[in-house]
Every structure is written in structure tokens, then in C-alpha cells.
């Protein structure tokens, strides 16, 4: 059974970075793709980023794109969310999601059939 357990959120300032951790536990690691999705209050959840199995093609939404760095070390089988010059706007409960379907079909949640409770992130002006 795969279970997926995030942390790292906290409140921060307009400027400030945060790294987001997701720990998965189970077996296979290496053969799952995984994700960082968000939900805002009152928005449905979006794609944030994704890493490919192996770890060499990754993904991100225009939004982030420049700012948030996705990275995973399957010794420890973990992902990492890093997140520089936050904004308001990034305020979210961020969810890890892990996954052997498509690759393709990265920004779907249907993709994930595993996912974490979520780790909230409040950015403040």
C-alpha cells in the first residue's frame, strides 16, 4: 500500500522560499511519476508540477514556471517542491500525487491514483 505524506508548509512573507517534502512509502518508488497539485480557497485544485519516473523530464504550469523547482531522490524516495519568490497567489493547500498512469497526461489528477493529505502554504503581503 502506498501512502504519501507531505510537509514543509508554513506562513511565509511575499518574497520568501519554502521546500516542500513528500515522503512515499511503498514499494516501487522509481516506477512512479509524481506531482504537486494545489487548491486555493474557493478554486478547484490545479497542477503545480510533475516529475516523470525516472526523473529526467519534469513539468510545470505556466504560473510557477521559473519560480518552483520539482526534484526527486528515489534513494530516499521523496520529492521536493522548491518554491522561490513566493506571491499571495501561491497561497494553497499543496497535495503530492503519485501515479503509473500516462506520462502524457501529467497535469490530470485522474493520472494520480495516490495522494497525500496536503501541507498548507499562506503567503502574506
Known amino acids: 500500500q502506498v501512502q504519501l505524506v507531505e510537509s514543509g508548509g508554513e506562513p511565509v512573507q511575499t518574497g520568501d522560499s519554502l521546500r516542500l517534502s513528500c515522503v512515499f512509502s511503498?514499494?516501487?518508488?522509481?516506477?512512479?511519476?509524481v506531482a504537486w497539485f494545489r487548491q486555493a480557497p474557493g478554486n478547484e485544485r490545479e497542477f503545480v508540477a510533475g516529475?516523470?519516473?525516472?526523473?529526467?523530464?519534469?513539468n510545470y504550469a505556466d504560473s510557477i514556471t521559473g519560480r518552483f523547482t520539482i526534484s526527486r531522490d528515489n534513494d530516499k524516495s521523496t520529492v521536493y517542491l522548491q518554491m522561490n519568490s513566493l506571491k499571495a497567489d501561491d497561497t494553497a493547500v499543496y497535495y503530492c500525487?503519485?501515479?503509473?498512469?500516462?506520462?502524457?497526461?501529467?497535469?490530470?489528477?485522474?493520472?494520480?491514483?495516490?495522494w497525500g493529505q496536503g501541507t498548507q502554504v499562506t503567503v502574506s503581503s
Open positions: 500525487a503519485a501515479g503509473t498512469g500516462s506520462a502524457h497526461l501529467y497535469h490530470l489528477e485522474s493520472t494520480y491514483r495516490y
Open positions: 511503498g514499494r516501487f518508488f522509481i516506477t512512479h511519476n
Open positions: 516529475i516523470r519516473a525516472r526523473g529526467f523530464i519534469t
